[in-house]
């Protein structure tokens, strides 16, 4: 079919490059797919009784007959693991051929999305409750068995790059998974916001290896929603009445406290990765931050500079930064945006914010949004067409490079 792209965006079809997408499987196709290991994980997902009838984004799917669903107009509003796509990667070419993306980065859904989830919160008995043996060596073990199943998807076609999940405890480990990931055909990792990396900072000078790595493969390394962890010890702030009964996306809630602070990990991590010399040692190294909203951006960039221009003189540390933070930033990292952001106003209150902004959409999850080519194109295209090609293409080269 012909690309449903609107007007203003007609000059870019099959270009478009879209920097967070998910495989979507129904539970009902996990073990077929992965094995009886996971099968725990699938029934945790039973007990509730819910269906993908009452939440699109809910992997229970009792009617699933296959990936059967036509590539019609209706594709750019559909969502959830009927919709086309979802499962069958031939079928998510056509997606991407009718909506005029070129290429994609694809995270996560079912085991690894949330053996991931598992994994990271193995610790905290309200995620999950009805696993309660071994809940870190099954989230382990469902995120190791993805890892394998990647390895053979990455080789289906150059147009879709799918993430792999790393969560290991030692600096070794990490090193280790992303060599295997690597030397597989992996050109993309996911890496939770909320935790050190195998256990230190993502500064450190232990993870120079990773790092150089990742940047000599040209591997884009990236933090996406749902693998946040726990930056702050306590849970205790989201325990108000007022943030109590509130859906749940499944990678997050929707509560005003947790949707105010999700960004808040993210921050934390990609603030390390500046101030702490990453960037300035690994000047190659491409970085993503994918689905937390990008509001948080432009004020960071600004207060990154204003204590470096303030104090920067105070600075003896032979690893301290020659350029400003903001500089580092922009030179190495891209942020996806959710639809209902005023991006337009973020653009005219930060300059440089142009060009770390890259589209999204989030295909097939509910929380990307319906028609968001259109949506989206509304809100810049006042700031004319080189700020459109930025943010639908130019800029994704960076995590998704030779692609467009």
């Not at 509003?77 to 980065?105: N, W």
């Not at 491409?286 to 600075?315: C, Q, S, Y």
Request: hydrophobic share 40%; aromatic share 8%; proline share 6%.
């Amino acid at each position: 079919m012909t690309t449903l792209l609107p007007e203003g965006l007609a000059h870019l079809s099959g270009r478009i490059l879209d920097v967070d997408s998910h495989e979507m499987m129904p539970l009902q196709v996990w073990e077929d797919t992965f094995g009886p290991e996971v099968k725990p994980l699938a029934d945790a997902w039973l007990q509730g009784g819910e269906t993908a009838d009452t939440d699109k984004n809910h992997p229970n799917v009792p009617e699933f007959e296959g990936d059967n669903v036509p590539v019609d107009k209706e594709v750019l509003i559909s969502k959830g693991s009927l919709a086309p796509g979802a499962v069958d990667y031939e079928r998510r070419i056509e997606v991407m051929d009718a909506m005029g993306v070129g290429a994609q980065l694809m995270f996560p859904g079912s085991v690894g999305l949330y053996g991931t989830v598992l994994r990271v919160n193995h610790d905290d008995s309200s995620m999950f409750p009805g696993i309660t043996d071994n809940r870190a060596q099954l989230g382990s073990r469902c995120v190791e068995l993805y890892q394998d199943y990647l390895l053979d998807v990455q080789k289906f076609s150059s147009r879709i790059v799918p993430v792999a999940p790393i969560v290991e405890d030692t600096v070794d480990a990490v090193i280790a998974t992303a060599r295997r990931l690597i030397d597989g055909g992996i050109r993309a990792i996911w890496l939770p916001a909320g935790l050190p990396v195998g256990g230190v900072s993502p500064a450190s000078l232990s993870l120079d290896p990773l790092w150089t790595m990742c940047a000599d493969a040209d591997v884009t390394v990236t933090l996406h929603i749902g693998g946040d962890g726990r930056l702050l010890a306590s849970t205790a702030w989201e325990d108000a009445e007022a943030f109590q009964g509130f859906r749940s996306l499944g990678e997050f809630s929707v509560d005003p406290y947790s949707t105010t602070n999700l960004h808040i990990p993210f921050q934390n991590f990609l603030s390390v990765m500046v101030l702490g010399g990453v960037f300035a040692r690994h000047p190659t190294l491409r970085f993503g931050v994918i689905e937390v909203g990008a509001h948080w951006v432009g004020p960071l960039m600004e207060t990154m500079d204003l204590w470096h221009k303030a104090m920067g003189h105070f600075n003896t540390n032979p690893h301290k930064l020659e350029e400003l933070p903001s500089t580092y930033l922009v030179n190495n990292s891209r942020v996806s945006f959710f639809h209902f952001e005023p991006v337009d106003v973020y653009i005219d209150r930060y300059p440089g914010i142009e060009n770390v902004l890259a589209f999204s959409t989030d295909y097939p999850h509910v929380e990307g949004g319906k028609d968001v080519f259109r949506r989206i194109h509304a809100k810049i295209e006042r700031h004319g067409k080189a700020i459109v090609d930025k943010i639908f293409v130019d800029n994704a080269r960076l995590l998704l490079p030779n692609k467009a």
